[in-house]
Structures are given as C-alpha cells and as structure tokens.
C-alpha cells in the first residue's frame, strides 16, 4: 500500500517572512530550524569572483543539504523540505547582512540612486527529487541624503536584511522602481515556490 503523502513541508528558515509568504498559499508548514551547534552563517560566504546567481543557488543548496541532515538526525516524519536564500547584488558585488549600523549606511549609500538586483533561490527536497528555482528582481533606489540613510539606520530595519533594507517595511520609502517579485525580494517568491510544490506533488491552483 502507497504511504498517505503527507500534508505538509517542513520550512527550513527562521526568518518570519518566509513563513508569511508561504501562508499566502496556504501550504501548511512546520519549521526545521538549525541546532544550536550548526553555524548557518559560514555556508553564506562568496568564492573568490563567484558570481551573485551561482552564489545564491549554491548557499541554498547548503542550507538544504543541512536541514535534511536535520531532518534524517531527529528522526522526524518524512515530508518535503524547503529552504530559500536572498542576494542583493550591485554590478558584480555581493552585498550580505549589515555587520553593523556603519556597514548598514555604507551599503545604503552605495544603492542610492542606483539599480541593484535581488536573487532569491529557493529549493525543496520531496523524496529523492531535488526542485529549484531562481527569482532575479531589479530594484531602483531613490537618491537618498546621509540625513535620510542616517535616520533610516537608526530605525534598525537594515539589520538582518540582504542590502540592509527592507521593502517590505520602511525601506519601501527609498523604492523608486522595481521589475520583479515584491515577495522575491522580501525572501520567499510566492509564484515560483508555487511552480515547486506543484512539481513535488502539492495541489495549489
Ligand atoms: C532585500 C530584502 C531582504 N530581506 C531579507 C530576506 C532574508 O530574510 C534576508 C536575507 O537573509 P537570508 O540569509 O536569505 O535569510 P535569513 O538568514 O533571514 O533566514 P534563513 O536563512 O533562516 O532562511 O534579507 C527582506 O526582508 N526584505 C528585503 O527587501
């Protein structure tokens, strides 16, 4: 007899809005989180010249790959797992999480007035198969003053945010543009995680 497939993905992620934007299409979700041993944040670091795309699509497969080794230690119920990672790149420069108030401002002063693009990997694991996907976006900043980076900094949004904004909070202030996904660049592209589980088997319209 086949197993009952079961009726919900584990969310390897411990970011809030990814678990909001999964909501939005009504996928029930439990989270995986990472043990208090694994260092998450040594798999997000560039090689040498890796390109933004690759870069992304690399750390999301390593979170992955992490959170089933999770899964398989705890011995929890077998469901698909999914992960994402979000890139902010402008030209060729990687720009990560802020270290600190400083790094948050240089960043912010380096977007002003410019295009930058947002990647956002996504990846599941169903079974054996392996489904990904990749969300580039292209984000236009207003010309901003130090006044207006300064006080947005001290709001301390930029702070855990790829870019050290975020667009979906006040950091929608200093959008002039963008061509993309909205919830791509907040972390979770709804229409492609969508085009995933379908392949995985899920029944989203
Ligand atoms: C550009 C941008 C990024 N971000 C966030 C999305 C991601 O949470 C974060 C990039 O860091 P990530 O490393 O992608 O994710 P995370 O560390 O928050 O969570 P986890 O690895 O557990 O899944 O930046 C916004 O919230 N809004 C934005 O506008």
């Known amino acids: ?19 909001q934007l999964l909501d939005l299409l009504q996928v029930r979700h439990q989270p995986l989180l990472a043990d208090a041993d694994e260092d998450a944040e040594a798999l997000e670091v560039p090689l040498p010249r890796e390109a933004a795309t ?3 699509q ?3 497969g390593l979170k992955l790959d992490a959170a089933v080794a999770r899964l398989r230690r705890r011995g929890l119920p077998a469901a698909p ?9 402008l030209g060729g420069r990687i720009l990560g999480k802020p ?13 002003s007035g410019r295009t930058h693009r947002v990647m956002t990997a996504v990846a599941v694991q169903a079974g054996r198969r392996r489904l990904q996907a990749l969300s580039v976006s292209r984000v236009h900043f207003a ?22 904004y975020a667009i979906q909070g006040l950091g929608s202030a200093l959008v002039a543009h963008i061509a993309g996904s909205h919830s ?21 319209p």
């Not at 007899?1 to 678990?19: C, E, G, I, T, W």
């Not at 589980?197 to 989203?204: D, P």
């Open 1 to 19: 007899m086949n197993k009952p497939r079961p009726d919900f993905v584990y969310l390897a992620s411990q970011s809030p809005r990814r678990a």
């Open 54 to 56: 690759a870069y992304v």
């Open 58 to 60: 690399r750390v999301t």
């Open 81 to 89: 797992v999914l992960c994402a990672d979000t890139t902010v790149a």
């Open 99 to 111: 270290a600190d108030a400083a790094d948050a401002h240089a960043m912010l002063a380096a977007l």
């Open 143 to 164: 010309e901003l003053t130090r006044r207006q980076i300064e006080t947005y900094v001290a709001t301390g949004e930029p702070m855990g945010k790829a870019g050290a």
């Open 184 to 204: 791509g660049i907040m972390g979770l592209p709804v229409f492609e995680t969508a085009q995933l589980l379908r392949q995985a088997g899920w029944h989203i």
